[in-house]
């Protein structure tokens, strides 16, 4: 019951926060100002367990899975701090992005009554900065729990870095109570499946990379990724309306973030050129089968895995090849400041 009652005053915080957040069209400025935001509404003992130096392994050790984490939890914050926070997370994420996240979020929810297990919890997601937000500055920030891993990096007050980014789904379909049928990442996997579906047979030899799918994403939470094998159909091997498909998948992922993310995004991925892009399958083609779809440009991949949980348990991911963490962002940075490290005046 006391669950119960917490997650009612969640959902009415988070009702106040969409129904007064603005996004804002610098993405930048906004998550600069939340963030201060949100750091003064901190105690002195939250202020320390958030804050983490720039420069330093932390920002780089991200994961997916339940496990123990450093930062802030919603879980020990009242309801102004987690108004503060969720209102940092809003100029982040696009309205989809966020919707995604919360719904996510709770889906923990479903698994503690599923489980009784303390490690489900609502509450268990986390806040962690690096650096100093400033205008003008370069510093970072993640928000991180069961199943969600964002991570973003500012650089000069200007340019963000969104990457890597994680959304996954347990419960995949809500199969029982009041919540019955939903389906948070369905779209990425029914686009995907019907990507697959027009292919002729020509094209389908080369998207099926296996006739078994992977336990999980390939390239799990390492700190920084190389492309995987050059394998699956290709771009320029499709016709106009499976090309259509592919994009709107890439945009699906892309479109998490907030429109000018997004479309810096989407930007980078076609100067980096179409046609080279590939998509591959692996499992079965069939609703309910476990299967596996990864779709790789020159400068970016994205891997989608259903096999767990019976294949209702998915796990997906956006990665960079070279600009995770913003280390595209921050080679720049450095040469255009050659002397000392990053820091919140440069």
Known sequence: MARMILNIGCAL??????????QTPDPATGMTTAAIKFLDTLSDEQERAARFPFDGEDR????????????VPLKTMTATQRSAALDLLRTALSEDGFTKA???R?????????????????????????????????????????????????????????????FG?????????????????????????????????TQKASAMLSEEAPRDVLTS??????????????????????RGVLWSIIEEYAMAQPAAVAEQRLAEVRTAGLDNIKFGWMGGAARG???????????????????????NHVHSVWRDFEGDFGRDLLAAHYEQYPHGPVNADD
């Open 289 to 311: 089968e476990p299967h596996y779809y990864r779709i790789q440009g020159p400068t970016f991949l994205i891997e989608y895995d259903n096999t767990q949980g019976q294949a």
């Open 169 to 201: 789904t347990n419960p995949a379909e809500v199969r029982d109570g009041p919540k019955k049928g939903q389906r948070v990442l369905g779209s990425e996997e029914d686009q995907a499946r019907a990507l697959l579906a027009s292919l002729n047979m």
């Open 13 to 22: 915080v988070l009702l106040g926060t969409i129904a007064f957040t603005q």
């Open 60 to 71: 780089f050790d991200w994961h997916f899975i339940p496990r123990e984490r450093k930062g």
């Open 106 to 166: 709770q889906l923990e929810q479903i698994l503690f009554e599923l489980e009784g297990r303390d490690i489900r919890d609502p509450d268990l997601y986390f806040f962690m900065v690096f650096g100093e937000p400033t205008t003008g500055g370069t510093w970072g920030w993640r928000y991180e729990g069961h199943h969600l891993s964002h991570n973003w990096t500012i650089v000069n007050g200007s340019a963000v870095a969104a990457s890597p980014q994680f």
């Open 221 to 242: 939470n390492e700190r920084e990724v190389a492309m995987l094998d050059d394998l699956g159909v290709s771009h320029a091997d499709m016709d106009a309306s499976q």
């Open 102 to 104: 919360e719904s996510i």
